[in-house]
């Protein structure tokens, strides 16, 4: 799944009416009602606030509001677009400044599709992915080798110079057991619980 990284706004027109999509990440389900507000506040005496929210790993939590606009001209369509985003942990507000000409269901789904659409691509997002994590120990003489072989292939977390060199790592990829191809190098390694890495896209 992917998570927003920022707050991201879009807006566009049509047939006058001006939609202003914004995008939120949650921490937390309160948050919605939190940002709701905010939106309110940002943007006063609006025809209508708009939203779709997905929240959980996999996005099973759903909401989805049309805030007076005709029954799943809004919130259903704002909500469809986020789903078809592989997102998670997001809330979508489209504001809507009616401008004077009716643009019908067909006209709104549009218009709230094309508004929150717009603001996704405009968005960065990233990824997490859990990882395994290592604790691995060697020799002062190794250091330059053992850099110069996890640069591309982990994180190290820490390092200590002590008798000898301890480094924590987190691999970067988690089908690939880098330790294998070093094993015979180190003085010992060990296995720790697994972490969670945030990869940008």
Do not use: W
Not at 48 to 71: I, K, V, W
Not at 80 to 88: F, P, S
Not at 92 to 114: D, E, H, M, W
């Amino acid at each position: 799944m992917r998570y927003l990284k920022d707050q991201t706004t879009h807006q566009i027109e049509m047939n006058k009416s001006k939609f202003i999509a914004i995008l939120y990440p949650l921490q937390n389900i309160e948050d919605i009602s939190l940002y709701l507000n905010e939106a309110k506040q940002a943007y006063p005496k609006a025809s209508h606030y708009c939203n779709a929210s997905l929240f959980g790993q996999t996005g099973e939590h759903a909401t989805a509001s049309d805030d007076g606009e005709p029954s799943r001209t809004a919130g259903v369509p704002i909500l469809e677009v986020l789903k078809h985003h592989d997102v998670t942990n997001i809330l979508c507000v489209v504001i809507r400044y009616f401008g004077g000409v009716k643009l019908g269901s067909g006209g709104l789904v549009r218009a709230y599709t094309k508004a929150t659409a717009d603001a996704l691509k405009k968005a960065k997002f990233y990824q997490k992915k859990m990882v395994p994590s290592y604790e691995i120990s060697f020799d002062y003489n190794l250091i330059n080798q053992m850099d110069s072989y996890l640069e591309k292939k982990a994180t190290v977390l820490e390092k200590e110079f002590l008798t000898h060199v301890t480094y924590k790592i987190v691999s970067l990829d988690d089908q690939y057991d880098i330790i294998s191809d070093i094993e015979y190098q180190l003085l010992s390694y060990k296995k720790l619980n697994p972490q969670i890495l945030y990869i940008d896209e």
